[in-house]
C-alpha cells in the first residue's frame, strides 16, 4: 500500500511538472504579458500612425508645427522680398510678407537677410534662422543690398 502511495504521488508530481514545461513553452498560448520589445515595438507603430494622420487635403505650408521648416534663402528687394521655405521631404515654397506658415497659422512678419520672423494672431513671434549664407548682389550704383 505504501508503496502504492509513493508510485502515486510521484507519478503526479511528474505530470505536474512536466504540465508546466508544456504550458511555459507553447507558442499558442494567450499570454497577456509584453515583455520591453514589444512595447518599444506598439510605441514604434503609435508613433508612425500618428504621423500618418496629417491631412493630406491640407496645404503642406500650413500642415505641419512651425519646427518642421526651415528657411533655405531670403531676396530682399526695393520691389518686394521674398523667402524660400521647405521642410524635410519636401518641394520648396516661396513665400511673401503676410504668407501663412505652420498649423498654427503664424504669418510672416518680417523678412531678413538672416532670418524671417512669424507672428500669431494673439501676439507670440517666432524666428527661423536661414540655412544658407548671404549673397549681396550690386545694384546698378554699386551699393550691395
Do not use: C, W
Request: hydrophobic share 40%; proline share 3%.
Amino acid at each position: 500500500m505504501f508503496f502504492l502511495f509513493k508510485f502515486f504521488l510521484i507519478f503526479k508530481l511528474l505530470l505536474l511538472l512536466s504540465f508546466n514545461a508544456y504550458t511555459a513553452e507553447d507558442p499558442f498560448s494567450r499570454s497577456f504579458t509584453v515583455d520591453q520589445g514589444d512595447i518599444n515595438e506598439i510605441q514604434n507603430q503609435e508613433i508612425q500612425n500618428n504621423e500618418k494622420k496629417i491631412d493630406d487635403s491640407v496645404h503642406p505650408l500650413i500642415r505641419y508645427d512651425l519646427n518642421k521648416y526651415f528657411v533655405k534663402g531670403v531676396v530682399k528687394s526695393e520691389l518686394g522680398s521674398l523667402v524660400i521655405v521647405s521642410f524635410p521631404e519636401g518641394t520648396d515654397y516661396i513665400m511673401f510678407l503676410g504668407d501663412p506658415l505652420g498649423n498654427n497659422m503664424h504669418v510672416i512678419s518680417e523678412i531678413k537677410l538672416d532670418f524671417i520672423i512669424l507672428s500669431s494672431s494673439d501676439g507670440d513671434k517666432y524666428k527661423i534662422s536661414v540655412m544658407n549664407n548671404k549673397v549681396l548682389f550690386e545694384n546698378k550704383q554699386g551699393i550691395n543690398q
